[in-house]
């Protein structure tokens, strides 16, 4: 028997049919160092492809200033196949990584592009632009994603890794989502796999206004040989049981024997025995390298959360109850400034 459909439901389905159709895009925000996309905006990029249909298109936003914001956009636009465009913001404005004027500058681009979806990664970058770009696109955003199941359909961990969360999201457009770089590892797409590079589009900037109450002041590095502590492919971590910021020299020779990156709990951390930026676990950095070795780290759950997707774990401590022995892979129970000094003795040098 025939069914009337009335006719409020066929004008209401129809604008919402319109309205999704509007938005097919999605836009990463992208960071770039000496004139190359860091390996966290890769990963976005990997994590974005779940969006894409033969309907949607990917887009990269870059900003800066200088000829390597240029060389950036020129090695992004055949860094990946999936890329449709890049677009570039440059101006003086985004020469150092300010919230607020990223932020306005992600705001210029959706009202312009209407992307369904907008991603960062999840590091120090993402977290400072992306809250506040939402709050002006007056969306709520979904953090530390690590998987992604369907457009609007999201799992992140909560409880310090204790627990999976999946989100549905139903919310206006755009969805803006941070990623967790370390479930969504960059494949093996070389530079020059892409015969036919995007195009590279400027961002208008004649509207844009300076109207935040922010300033830079300075940006210090610490020069290293050693490989950069959220990619490299071995992390060897100490904690509080060094008990001093000389003995936590042992860890670093340790590292530099085995080509890895120096990682710290946070107890380590706070006594000052190494700079923040090495701290791993929630309130630091979250890393999934293919060896996690942790010498005196007693395995607090707030520790556990940012390096429980390592391959393979491997730790030293003297407590046998330690809770880190809970989610290794090879324990060993004993003093570690004995255990390190034989390491160093037998281990070979590195050439």
Known sequence: MFKATPLTYLIAHSRRSIASCRYLGTLVIAEHEGGSLTTSSLSSIEAARKFLTKDNSLSLLLAGAGPTLQEAAANAASCHPS???????????????????????????????????IIAASNSFGKNILPRAAALLDVSPITDVIEISESKTFVRPIYAGNALCTIRYTGSSPCMLTIRTTSFPVGSTSPDSKTNPAPIHQVDLSKFSEDWNSRHIKQTTQDSERPDLGSARVVVTGGR???????????EKLAEKLGAAVGATR?????????????????????????YMAFGVSGAIQHIAGMRDSKFIVAVNKDADAPIFQVADY???????????????????KK
């Open 83 to 117: 890329i449709s465009q890049v677009l570039v913001a440059d101006s003086d404005k985004f020469k150092n990584p300010l919230a607020e004027p990223w932020a306005k500058l992600v705001h210029l681009v959706q009202q312009k592009g209407e992307y369904s979806h």
């Open 241 to 251: 049981a060094l008990k001093s910021a000389e003995n936590f020299k042992l860890i």
């Open 267 to 291: 107890a380590a951390v706070d006594a000052g025995y190494v700079p923040n930026d090495l701290q791993v676990g929630q309130t630091g950095k979250i890393v999934a390298p293919e060896l």
């Open 331 to 349: 324990g060993l129970v004993g003093d570690l400034f004995e255990i390190i000094p034989e390491l160093l003795e037998k281990l070979p040098e």
